[in-house]
């Protein structure tokens, strides 16, 4: 018979465990099943962070909404701090996205505190109501939508870090941009905005005069379809607000950039922080830098 009782103390054998689960994440199911106490404290560290993506569609495995139905009321509400559902091929820009099982597991997870979706479909705006994270990444599209004014009881009550993207690319229509950014002014505590490239030089700078709490706005340009200069060649170096800068960075690799910043490690919003820094002291002339290069 297998002997599973503690060979070390409670506490240390804990974290034993922890900081192996932590490390290697992929051992982590595996530990599981060492003992029930291991159990009791590994398994919110699994959930801590769910990450779905794939092509023509990412897709929630239904063994996960099972255990989400079958697991205790606010088990998934304090164990899921990140939650990313990301397509990182733009060949999926056309393909219709099925929320009935993302809702069934998005409404238990209201602890969240890291949400990125790629795609939004206008019944799932509600949806996010009951969500109060720090870090979010959706469509600029919601902006649009009258019951976002309502920023004081929404989804960006508490948002610091927020990334507006434009997968359908749909040019914003001028009179949006005034629209778009006083609801962006009226989150509280944000300081940290990335939106689409599509957003011009005009609005970028309503954005910057009516956004005085921002500490840094950035113009995502994908690489994917163009040379490295496709930042050079647009036409925001008439910004001189030290606050901007171009990031170039395709989907694939914001997909690895997030799971990176869920793990809190360095990410892009760190990256940009230090690339602002170094244009305040002069340190570089340049307005844009590229994901890949290694500062």
């Known amino acids: 018979m297998t002997d599973d009782s503690p060979a070390f103390p409670p506490e240390l054998e804990r974290r034993i465990f922890e900081s192996a689960a932590e490390i290697h994440p992929q051992m982590a199911p595996t530990l599981l099943r060492v003992a029930h106490r291991v159990l009791i404290w590994l398994e919110?560290?699994?959930?801590?962070?769910?990450?779905?993506?794939?092509?023509?569609?990412?897709?929630?495995?239904?063994?996960?909404?099972?255990?989400?139905?079958?697991?205790?009321?606010?088990?998934?509400?304090?164990?899921?701090?990140?939650?990313?559902?990301?397509?990182?091929?733009?060949?999926?820009?056309?393909?219709?996205?099925?929320?009935?099982?993302?809702?069934?597991?998005?409404?238990?997870?209201?602890?969240?505190?890291?949400?990125?979706?790629?795609?939004?479909?206008?019944?799932?705006?509600?949806?996010?109501?009951?969500?109060?994270?720090?870090?979010?990444?959706?469509?600029?599209?919601?902006?649009?939508?009258?019951?976002?004014?309502?920023?004081?009881?929404?989804?960006?009550?508490?948002?610091?870090?927020?990334?507006?993207?434009?997968?359908?690319?749909?040019?914003?229509?001028?009179?949006?941009i005034p629209k778009i950014s006083s609801i962006l002014c009226a989150i509280p505590t944000l300081t940290h905005l990335c939106v689409s490239a599509l957003v011009d030089r005009i609005g970028l700078c309503r954005i910057l005069d009516d956004c005085k709490a921002l500490k840094l706005l950035l113009s995502l340009h994908s690489d994917d379809p163009g040379p490295r200069d496709v930042a050079e060649s647009a036409p925001d170096p008439e910004i001189t607000d030290p606050r901007f800068a171009i990031v170039v960075m395709n989907y694939a690799q914001y997909f690895q950039d997030w799971k990176i910043g869920a793990a809190g490690r360095r990410d892009f919003w760190v990256r940009a922080e230090e690339f602002v820094v170094k244009k305040r002291k002069g340190q570089t002339q340049n307005l844009a830098f590229w994901y890949e290069d290694d500062d």
């Not at 801590?48 to 495995?61: D, E, I, M, R, Y």
């Not at 099982?101 to 790629?118: E, F, M, P, R």
């Not at 479909?121 to 649009?144: A, C, K």
């Open 44 to 176: 919110p560290l699994v959930y801590k962070t769910l990450a779905f993506t794939g092509w023509p569609s990412p897709n929630v495995p239904p063994a996960l909404v099972r255990t989400v139905q079958s697991k205790p009321p606010g088990f998934f509400q304090r164990s899921v701090h990140n939650f990313i559902f990301w397509n990182d091929s733009d060949a999926a820009i056309h393909q219709p996205l099925n929320p009935i099982d993302l809702y069934a597991v998005l409404s238990k997870c209201t602890g969240i505190q890291n949400l990125a979706l790629w795609d939004l479909v206008p019944s799932m705006i509600s949806m996010l109501w009951d969500l109060q994270p720090r870090r979010l990444t959706i469509p600029t599209f919601p902006l649009s939508y009258p019951q976002v004014l309502r920023t004081s009881t929404s989804i960006f009550t508490h948002i610091t870090h927020l990334l507006l993207t434009n997968r359908h690319l749909v040019i914003p229509e001028a009179d949006d």
